[in-house]
């Protein structure tokens, strides 16, 4: 049975190991038949995870899902240091037995010190641009350039439990944090905290802005439904992912204006159904979601609240 009507939304598929995130987006639209589908924040090819997919008109939504924080449950390794922060590196320093010189209470207290907002220096091998050049394309002609600190939020950070029959200590926990933050550096940074090398031997996205893994289907999943015709059940609608946006709710007569371009006036926006980050470029802004009486999504606006005035950011048509 093939899908009555073109699919539009958010689905959230888990990404295999060894899968890059643009092999899952080649894979979907295989499977769907479609082109207009794009992911919302990368994962490196041995992590798996939550790769949320946004289909048809959905794809102009990939910002403010990227904008969200997202959670990670890592395992770091102590007591060696790699090119690329993790193990699927070249190993350039191994330290010998270091539960000779840390315990697993230091690693606890270490882990907790970087809640918060942090600095971080991007890796060689991570999609970055430095003069218009990704570093890793630098690092793989084995070239090493500076880059700049970024910084990054670490809302809440945990030890989930850690192995210490070894010379090299394994240490899992799991991390929430903001948009941009690497925990291939975070693991390093960890360990230099310690004053031992480390590097993250392994790592999975347990959700994306709320959306986790309870939600999400394999690729193998979402082509059994989308043969049965029953893929669209399972797709996330935008007043699903923009819970953490203001709100408001047009009349016939407004939405009527809102799909022109017009500015709205109205009396007030509603709070958003969730809590925003605090780093959310989104919410900093000022933009609201506008939906019909439907709770079909018209448009993003930015609300000034001076004037009462919705001015249009992004429209979404009917068609």
């Known amino acids: 049975m093939t899908q009555a009507q073109p699919l539009e939304g958010v689905l959230p598929i888990w990404k295999p190991k060894g899968w890059t995130s643009h092999d899952v987006v080649a894979k979907a639209r295989r499977i769907l038949r479609m082109k207009r589908i794009g992911h919302t924040g990368t994962l490196d090819p041995e992590v798996t995870g939550v790769l949320p997919l946004c289909l048809g008109r959905a794809t102009r939504l990939v910002e403010y899902i990227q904008d969200l924080p997202k959670q990670y449950e890592a395992q770091l390794v102590l007591g060696l240091a790699t090119d690329t922060e993790d193990l699927s590196g070249t190993v350039l320093e191994r330290a010998g037995d270091v539960r000779a010189v840390i315990s697993e209470e230091e690693v606890r207290r270490a882990i907790l010190r970087f809640e918060g907002e942090i600095e971080q220096v991007p890796p060689m091998y991570s999609a970055v641009k430095v003069d218009g050049k990704r570093l890793y394309e630098l690092a793989r002609q084995g070239l090493e350039v500076e880059r700049k600190p970024r910084k990054v939020t670490v809302h809440s950070i945990e030890l989930l439990g850690s192995d210490w029959s ?154």
Do not use: N
């Open 166 to 319: 070894q010379p090299h200590p394994t240490v899992r926990f799991r991390v929430l944090c903001s948009k941009g933050t690497y925990i291939r550096t975070l693991c390093v940074d960890i360990g230099r905290a310690l004053g031992v090398p480390a590097a993250m031997a392994e790592l999975v996205r347990t959700s994306t802005g709320g959306i986790g893994r309870e939600q999400c289907l394999t690729l193998e999943e979402a082509e059994l439904l989308h043969a049965r015709g029953e893929l669209s059940g399972k797709l996330l609608s935008a007043d699903r992912v923009l819970r953490h946006l203001p709100e408001v709710e047009l009349s016939p007569s407004q939405k009527a204006m809102a799909l022109k371009g017009r500015k709205l006036r109205v009396a007030a926006v509603r709070p958003p159904r969730a809590p925003a980050p605090a780093s959310s470029a989104a919410a900093e802004a000022g933009e609201v979601a506008a939906f019909d009486e439907q709770r079909q999504l018209v448009g993003i606006f930015l609300w000034e609240p001076e004037q009462r005035v919705l001015t249009p950011r992004k429209i979404f048509s009917s068609g």
